[in-house]
């Protein structure tokens, strides 16, 4: 079974031949190596691109231990080009070569190679030593499969797709996997074996326990404003461990560099600018966040808005938290501030849209909770209410927008209903 990742073989088609290096960013298990190595170079393939001009390097693999060495692997992709016409070097998980900025730089001096590589952190497009090389690369971002992706080869309805994409995620290894205990332990597995294990080993992390409470706390408190002072206090407090706020907020940037999580920043909308304190952080895929949790915690708000973040993200918007403070006065007269929030601030451009995400619509008081924050803002950019269930996009008499989260997850233009 193949799942088509057309939207990113887009984005690689369109960069082909373009003198930067493409550079493949995302969380490992996304399907990174599939895009690269089966679905575009099957693209070139078929676009007249000969398979010996075609060089597959995959440098997690043991058969090219040997390459991971910065000389080799240049000396090794200079011996394969024997002509001059233009070669495609597709080049796996490249945070495995020490220096691999230096190769790449010296392969972008030749004329007749496109490059293109694959990375499971993003330290090294944003650290110093590669200032020079990152000028000269063009990011795509992959993310595990989007509900639509899923939902294309799910064997069953629509509720039921659903239903496992909120407890069990979007890696892609999970869809061909059938009962509910294989995909626990899979996800339970690589949460312990590949993705902890890889911050702890890349960041020479002596405190594992430490770090191993840190995710839990995160997974606990997705979509919840947070900082590392008050995360330091609760270790001390109700753990008696001594886990420092500088060492936690190192410790959250790993995460957030490994692909795990995200952090969102919180934007004051009238004041039109960012709150450093308290961020909201997201898991990339909510089926490793509930298998750390043992699948204990499954709040349907709370994943239902990690999701819909998800998605903006796969879309292309950048997504900050709205803040809209609001002053009035008391029963006695005393000026009084109050703070509401809006769950997702989506710009692209110069268009920006206002969204809430609620489970449940059905009482007045919790309409009255997602609409307030809508009235309190001044402009008039769209402002939508994405809420659980697979009703159509209808406006109130306010002219807010309402749909429900099926519509939202398989239109890729919901947006702009």
């Not at 031949?17 to 493409?22: A, L, S, T, V, Y």
């Not at 693209?43 to 007249?48: I, M, S, T």
């Not at 499969?145 to 290894?173: H, K, T």
């Not at 995160?218 to 900082?227: D, E, V």
Request: proline residues 2%.
């Amino acid at each position: 079974m193949e799942i088509k990742r057309d939207a990113y073989l887009k984005q690689l088609i369109e960069r082909k031949d373009n003198g930067m290096i493409k550079v493949i960013t995302g969380i490992r298990r996304c399907g990174k190596s599939f895009l690269l190595f089966t679905i575009f170079k099957r693209y070139l393939l078929e676009n007249g691109i000969d398979a010996d001009h075609i060089i597959e390097i995959a440098l997690d693999g043991i058969e090219n231990e040997e390459l991971r060495n910065p000389k080799v692997c240049y000396r090794y992709i200079k011996d394969v080009m024997k002509d001059d016409h233009r070669y495609y070097l597709l080049l796996d998980e490249v945070q495995f070569m020490p220096r691999f900025e230096e190769v790449l730089n010296s392969l972008q001096r030749m004329n007749n190679i496109d490059v293109y590589v694959t990375g499971s952190n993003s330290k090294f497009l944003s650290s110093d030593i590669v200032t020079e090389f990152r000028g000269r690369g063009d990011e795509i971002r992959i993310y595990p499969l989007s509900f639509a992706e899923f939902y294309s080869v799910y064997d069953g309805d629509y509720d039921d797709a659903w239903n496992d994409y909120m407890i069990y995620g979007g890696l892609p290894q999970i869809v061909g996997l059938k009962s509910e205990r294989q995909k626990a332990d899979y996800l339970k597995n690589i949460f312990t074996n590949v993705y902890l294990k890889d911050v702890v080993e890349r960041n020479k992390i002596q405190c594992v326990d430490e770090i191993g409470i840190l995710v839990d706390i995160l997974a606990s408190a997705i979509g919840a404003p947070t900082n590392p002072t008050r995360i330091s206090n609760t270790f001390t407090s109700e753990r008696q461990m001594t886990y420092t706020n500088k060492t936690i907020s190192n410790h959250i940037d790993y995460l957030a560099e490994a692909f795990l999580i995200s952090k969102v920043c919180r934007y004051d909308i009238k004041g039109r600018k960012y709150i450093g304190a308290n961020l909201k952080y997201y898991f990339t895929d909510l089926g490793l966040r509930n298998a750390r949790l043992n699948f204990r915690q499954q709040e349907p708000t709370h994943i239902m808005e990690n999701i819909v973040y998800n998605e903006l993200l796969i879309r292309g918007y950048n997504v900050d938290v709205g803040i809209v403070d609001v002053f009035a006065k008391d029963n006695e007269g005393k000026r009084i501030r109050k703070q509401f929030e809006v769950d997702f601030v989506v710009n692209q451009g110069s268009q920006r849209y206002y969204i809430q995400v609620a489970y449940d619509m059905t009482s007045e008081e919790k309409q009255k909770q997602e609409f307030n924050s809508f009235r309190n803002i001044p402009d008039s950019f769209k402002k939508i209410v994405i809420v659980n269930g697979t009703g159509k996009p209808w406006r109130n008499d306010e002219g807010y927008v309402i749909m429900g989260m099926k519509y939202f997850l398989l239109n890729a233009y919901s947006l702009e209903f």
